[in-house]
Nanobody, 122 residues
């Protein structure tokens, strides 16, 4: 089992920034090779945001690349999502996930956190 706990969400004005954190625990660190961030806005499907491998290779949804940056600290078993130039369309619950494959497909991620709410006001 892998436990994932997100933090860092909150209310921010349009144009602002937030940094989300995801702390992983449970199985050995090597089981956390692939980590990803997803988001789900009210009434919408879950959307892939970004993923990162153990060695630091990254994958983004094209529309978010340049504003969002994923990173990880393997020593601390923590993954981060730096979000800049936020706009109301970024309002969603953001989920951290542990995956089996380096993929944008949520079906390839088998452990999920509880999520953290991000609300961007106009």
């Amino acid at each position: 089992q892998v436990q994932l706990v997100e933090s860092g969400g909150g209310l921010v004005q349009a144009g602002g920034s937030l940094r989300l954190s995801c702390a992983a625990s449970g199985r050995t660190v090597r089981s956390n090779l692939i980590m990803g961030w997803f988001r789900q806005a009210p009434g919408k499907d879950r959307e892939f945001v970004a993923g990162i491998t153990w060695s630091g290779d990254t994958l983004y949804t094209g529309s978010l690349k340049g504003r969002f940056t994923i990173s990880r600290d393997n020593a601390e078993n923590t993954v981060y999502l730096q979000m800049n130039s936020l706009n109301p369309a970024d309002t969603a619950v953001y989920y951290c996930a542990n995956g089996r494959s380096f993929s944008r497909n949520g079906a390839d991620y088998n452990y999920w956190g509880q999520g953290t709410q991000v609300t961007v006001s106009s």
